[in-house]
């Protein structure tokens, strides 16, 4: 069965986690949020009485209620089994300095007799031919290992019964139990005896999972006697102080105290946002992931937990909003650096390590969105030195990027077409074009701002003067090309390529790169059009013309571009129309998808988009600062 939907992610700067709303385990991450992921499936349940197995996940008698501590990621799940009147609250968190994962069960007896409660877990990590997991009980804990690493639960409370084989032969009873001890299955079961809990009583129970890097026995067992002394209460604490100061430090974009229902509604947004980026952000190497994967097995997309480095620019900018700085620096300094080619250019996408990620195409805007990236982050910081610490790679990237352009400028388009913004067709595109535009324009601003500080260096100072008057004509040659080739005349409107479609995108041309002023006659006739061909019913708007993705859908992205463009042509009352219609259509915890079901006013697709979040926090600081 696919596991699509993430609807809450908790986790440290190793581990991620993701759940369903019903409070399942579905996805585990260690040691980078994009790789790797261990989890097949790991349910839990109870055997009451002489019942059969109960999932706390799935049973048609739970009643649930799901909800974060506020400003943390500490995620809690209300159970209630309204046959047996068994109240439960799962609460899981990952320990801030411990790679961790802590799962905590408070159970109430509201029945009036006495439940006799036996607790299962069964756990099936992921395996295949050259990567096979094999059972391992003992300790007090199962261990499921394969070469490279040892998947491991573990109770301060007594293991009453373990099954290494066979589990799915009598899991459904409640009833597990075999004479191995280790085995070679890739899931296995558990389960503790909580003994009976009269009419009122309470219990609380917690499991500890955690994942060690290798399978050596002696360092496994040392390391999960370790382990199993942690102060349960003590590590919830300290964890939910960690996410309260954090985002308290990046609390930047300071809103009203009103307490409507909209605005708890913003807020929750806000709030999940800076609580979200250090889950998506690898913590060593600097990149950033799109969001938490959704589509393992590329059922329906290309897969999405992985960094793009146009994703990064809009991300690195809400980053610098949120006083995240130093995450910033280090996707330039460190991941951008690493992943560059020795042409200049950079691929489509990259595992958040640097390594590159499976891709299909070549997208030249991602090399022209990182020297955009660079100036950008520069205007938040003034700060010169990263300016100079990142010249010689933005100059490899320009030089590439006018290779480009003189094979376009010289009509050779159909031997360097490259991917649109939505990796769907190969084409000139305009979006493209006002990435390279602007990359080229950024580039002179550094140039213009580093210039003193080669005043000793009269070869790179005649350089650098040479190179500033060769962009500014391919600034004009661009703007002229654009003009001439993607405006038509009879639709009066830009238009995305030679396709002649209206797209979203086009926006780029205002907003960021600002080629066009937001009220130039052909920007506006540009406006009308999208609102005749992309607008649908609800005031969402979708990519492009008959844009069929997951169903056809307005995207998160679209709208807030288009708030961005009101804003930009100071027009707040739109701005508000189009900002409003992402506010009232976020998850119950505040997390943007990638699109809105047109139907259900529903988040659809990807939960927690890296990108959907950025915008919102670009238009939420023009509207409220």
Not at 23 to 47: A, K, S
Not at 208 to 228: C, P, W, Y
Not at 514 to 533: R, V
Not at 535 to 560: C, F, H, M, S
């Amino acid at each position: 069965m696919e596991k699509y939907y993430n609807d809450a992610i908790i986790g440290n700067k190793e581990i991620t986690a993701s759940f369903t709303k019903k409070g399942e385990l579905i996805r585990l991450f260690y040691p980078n949020t994009d790789y790797r992921q261990f989890i097949d499936f790991l349910h839990v349940g109870v055997q009451i009485n002489d019942s059969s197995m109960i999932y706390l996940h799935n049973d048609v008698n739970n009643i649930y209620n799901q909800y974060y501590t506020q400003n943390t990621n500490i995620l809690n799940t209300e159970i209630l089994n309204t046959y047996f009147k068994l109240r439960v609250l799962q609460t899981d968190f990952v320990c801030e300095n411990k790679n961790v994962l802590i799962r905590k069960y408070k159970m109430k007896n509201e029945n009036n007799i006495n439940l006799n409660l036996n607790f299962i877990i069964h756990s099936s990590l992921l395996t295949n031919d050259n990567n096979q997991v094999s059972g391992y009980y003992k300790n007090n804990s199962l261990f499921q290992y394969m070469h490279d690493y040892t998947f491991t639960i573990c109770s301060n409370k007594k293991i009453e019964k373990s099954q290494i084989n066979n589990n799915e032969a009598n899991i459904q009873t409640g009833v597990i139990g075999d004479k191995d001890y280790v085995g070679m299955s890739s899931d296995s079961s558990i389960s503790y005896n909580l003994g009976i809990l009269k009419p009122n009583e309470e219990i609380e129970f917690c499991i500890n999972i955690t994942i060690l890097r290798g399978s050596d026995v002696k360092t496994i067992e040392k390391q999960l006697e370790d382990i199993k002394t942690i102060d349960y209460n003590k590590e919830l604490e300290k964890t939910k102080r960690y996410w309260e100061k954090y985002v308290k430090d990046h609390d930047t974009i300071k809103l009203t105290n009103s307490n409507s229902e909209y605005m708890n509604r913003l807020k929750k947004i806000y709030k999940r946002t800076i609580l979200l980026y250090p889950l998506l952000t690898n913590h060593l190497a600097g990149g950033i992931s799109a969001a938490i994967e959704v589509d393992e097995n590329r059922t329906k997309c290309g897969r999405y937990s992985y960094c793009w480095p146009r994703d990064g620019i809009f991300i690195t900018n809400a980053l610098d909003i949120l006083e995240m700085k130093k995450e910033t620096e280090k996707f330039y300094k460190t991941f951008c650096k690493m992943t560059q080619s020795k042409s200049g250019m950079w691929e489509q996408r990259f595992y958040t390590d640097g390594s590159l990620a499976p891709s299909w195409g070549y997208q030249i805007d991602e090399t022209a969105s990182v020297v955009y990236g660079v100036y950008n982050h520069y205007e938040h910081t003034n700060n010169i030195k990263f300016l100079k610490d990142t010249l010689k790679m933005c100059e490899n990237a320009i030089k590439y990027l006018k290779k480009y352009i003189d094979n376009v400028l010289e009509g050779k388009e159909e031997e360097y077409k490259s991917y649109d913004i939505w990796e769907e067709n190969e084409g000139i595109h305009t979006y493209s074009l006002a990435a390279i535009f602007s990359s080229f324009e950024k580039m002179l601003e550094i140039y213009k701002l580093l210039k003193p500080e080669f005043k000793e260096n009269r070869l790179k100072i005649e350089k650098i003067q040479k190179e500033e008057i060769i962009l500014g004509k391919y600034l004009v040659q661009i703007k002229d090309y654009i003009l001439k080739n993607l405006y038509d005349n009879n639709k009066k409107s830009f238009v995305r390529s030679s396709d002649g479609k209206i797209d979203i995108s086009l926006l780029g041309l205002v907003t960021p790169f600002k080629l066009f002023s937001p009220k130039e006659k052909k920007m506006l006739n540009t406006i009308e059009k999208m609102d005749l061909s992309i607008r649908t019913y609800t005031g969402g708007y979708l990519r492009y013309e008959k844009d069929n993705y997951i169903g056809g859908n307005p995207w998160v992205i679209a709208n807030l571009w288009m708030a961005e463009y009101y804003l930009s042509a100071g027009n707040k009352k739109k701005a508000r129309e189009c900002f409003d219609f992402v506010v009232k259509t976020t998850t119950e915890h505040g997390f943007l998808p990638e699109q809105v079901d047109n139907d259900t006013m529903q988040a659809k697709w990807v939960i927690g988009l890296g990108w959907s979040h950025a915008m919102f926090i670009d238009v939420l600081q023009k509207l409220y600062s």
